[in-house]
């Protein structure tokens, strides 16, 4: 274990407070992003030395830009590693090192309380949550890691981000504890299903709640199953992650309005619960294949005269 800002006589640090990168000379700062108990981060340009204080959460890091020189100081010792591009360096909280990186200066953190991965790990693996402690590795290349930790940060552009963001985290924990975990063996998961009844109360508050926000937790709390488990058995129950589920209802409803309505397509992206027009349209024509005013059109809908405000909303979504 590397020395502790409370071993010192301090107290651990939140990552907000750890904002002294930020100084550096061209730096490009992305975050934060918060999901349940977690915070993400991502930066390039940063100093090559940083002195990275105790934290009060674990932290796990994705080197970004290409291979590179890490030299890592803590503990009584000096780490000297060549790491590969998306390879992950895990530090678990209350540990402070320096560090030192020759190469490209780009990484994305992400930073994840105790009490959340100690809860996950037990919920995945039948452990104890208490006796969890996340092992340090410096530069571990794992393609489904990599795969992973990337997929969180990209679900930061998505319609109700948190709920495609919370799965891919859910599961980079999972990943990086069957990894880098100290203490006792792992317990295969039970392969869960939902019953049918159970599926069907989750499509009626998504369908009574279309116009709002819907987390990962309320869909599982609707459930009745913890977060981790209701993503498990609802894909294997529904034949959609919950995510994919939700997005395809919302596109459904958007079908209906434009088939049956003359709604402008800003208010019907609204109405199904798209944060925006230019959202709504690019998530539309993913799934339906065709824009939101081709598809009104082909279901027999006029288009509005010129001087109607809603021909300029169908004329910008026709725009490549």
């Not at 730096?27 to 981060?41: E, N, S």
């Not at 000096?78 to 390879?87: C, F, K, Q, W, Y």
């Not at 678990?92 to 200066?105: K, Q, V």
Request: some cysteine; glycine content about 8%.
């Amino acid at each position: 274990m590397a020395t502790s800002r409370s071993q010192l006589g301090g107290g651990h640090l939140n990552p907000l407070q750890w904002r002294g990168f930020e100084a550096s000379t061209g730096v490009i700062d992305f975050g934060p992003h918060h999901l349940d108990r977690a915070i993400i981060q991502q930066w390039t340009g940063s100093d090559a030395e940083m002195r990275q204080p105790a934290l009060d959460h674990h932290l796990f890091v994705l080197h970004q830009g290409g291979p590179k020189r890490v030299v890592r100081k803590g503990a009584g010792q000096t780490r000297d590693e060549i790491v590969a591009l998306n390879s992950c360096t895990t530090v678990e909280s209350g540990s402070s090192y320096h560090w030192n990186t020759e190469g490209p200066i780009a990484f994305a953190h992400i930073y994840v309380r105790p009490d959340r991965f100690g809860e996950m790990v037990g919920e995945a693996f039948n452990r104890d949550p208490a006796n969890v402690r996340l092992a340090e590795r410096i530069g571990q290349y794992d393609p489904l890691t990599a795969n992973l930790f990337n997929a969180v940060l990209a679900a930061r552009d998505q319609p109700d981000w948190s709920a495609l963001a919370e799965p891919y985290l859910d599961a980079l924990i999972v990943r990086l504890a069957s990894l880098a975990t100290q203490g006792g063996s792992f317990v295969p998961p039970p392969r869960l299903t939902l019953a049918p009844h159970t599926v069907r109360r989750v499509r009626e508050y998504i369908m009574a709640n279309l116009a709002n926000r819907i987390t990962l937790d309320d869909l599982a709390m609707v459930a009745g199953y913890s977060r981790y488990h209701f993503v498990r058995a609802f894909r294997i129950s529904a034949g959609y992650p919950p995510y994919a589920y939700l997005i395809r209802q919302r596109i459904e409803h958007a079908c209906a309005l434009l088939a049956g309505g003359d709604l402008p397509i800003a208010e019907v992206a609204v109405q199904s619960g798209f944060s925006s027009h230019a959202q709504f349209s690019t998530r539309f024509r993913e799934v339906m294949g065709i824009s939101p005013v081709e598809y009104r059109r082909h279901r027999g809908w006029r288009a509005p005269d010129p001087g109607d405000p809603a021909a300029d909303v169908a004329a910008d979504d026709q725009k490549p």
